[in-house]
């Protein structure tokens, strides 16, 4: 069990600019979310996968945000046009089973930063 | 809509003494989760301790338990033994469906 990987820790990058996240989840976990935390706020559910199947989309999912999770396996989160608000932790996590008294193993987050 | 309330931003206690931190939530659902997590700094988001709605005994997890009161839907922390490991974010949660519910979190300092 090598844990929630994300991909890059950090990201800087210009307003306007479009960004790519990666998740991998732990291995037989056939969950994933992806979440977002601003500072001094709890994390902010986004989205939700179960296998490659989009289930869930926040309100907070804009029009420039997009998920997917091709394979079941990794997933990806991009952001489009870049804006200053979109700054925050982006956090990923996976559970296996479909009881949702599973825990949900969360990663170390991507930190993204808008110039 | 649900919604979990911490109203305690930071909390300190002495290295060895108890410490408990207060949430509260708004449901309309009976059947229900609550966990509590921990953020250490640029670290990740841990589970500390999990309580089934339904169940009326108190969960445990060795120095830590918990304080949940259904009708008063109160869901408190207890720290017993601080340790200067226990310095964190703690965030409260509630969970119906997939979908988790994050209060902003409790900053907790251990003075040596």
């Known amino acids: 069990d090598t844990g929630v990987s994300q991909d890059p820790r950090h990201k800087i990058t210009k307003r306007g600019q479009n960004v790519t996240f990666r998740c991998d989840p732990i291995s037989e976990h056939n969950r994933l979310y992806w979440y977002r935390q601003t500072l001094g706020q709890g994390p902010e559910f986004l989205t939700y996968f179960q296998n490659e199947a989009q289930l869930e989309k926040s309100r907070l999912l804009s029009d420039r945000f997009s998920a997917e999770r091709p394979k079941g396996s990794f997933s990806t989160l991009e952001i489009q046009r870049t804006e200053q608000g979109d700054s925050a932790m982006y956090l990923c996590?996976?559970?296996?089973?479909?009881?949702?008294?599973?825990?949900?193993?969360f990663g170390d987050g991507t930190r993204l930063s808008i110039l | 809509a649900q919604t979990v309330t911490q109203s305690q931003p930071e909390m300190s206690v002495q290295e060895a003494e108890t410490v408990t931190l207060s949430c509260t939530y708004d449901t309309s659902e009976s059947d229900y989760y609550l966990f509590w997590y921990k953020q250490p700094p640029s670290r990740q988001m841990i589970l500390v301790i999990r309580q089934e709605a339904y169940k009326q005994q108190n969960a445990t997890e060795n120095r830590f338990s918990v304080n949940f009161q259904k009708a008063a839907k109160s869901f408190s922390l207890k720290i017993s033994d601080s340790q200067l490991g226990d310095a964190a974010m703690y965030f409260c949660?509630?969970?119906?469906?997939?979908?988790?519910?994050f209060g902003k979190g409790t900053r907790l300092h251990i003075l040596p």
């Open positions: 996590a996976s559970s296996q089973g479909d009881s949702t008294y599973q825990p949900q193993h």
């Open positions: 949660a509630y969970r119906r469906g997939d979908k988790i519910i």
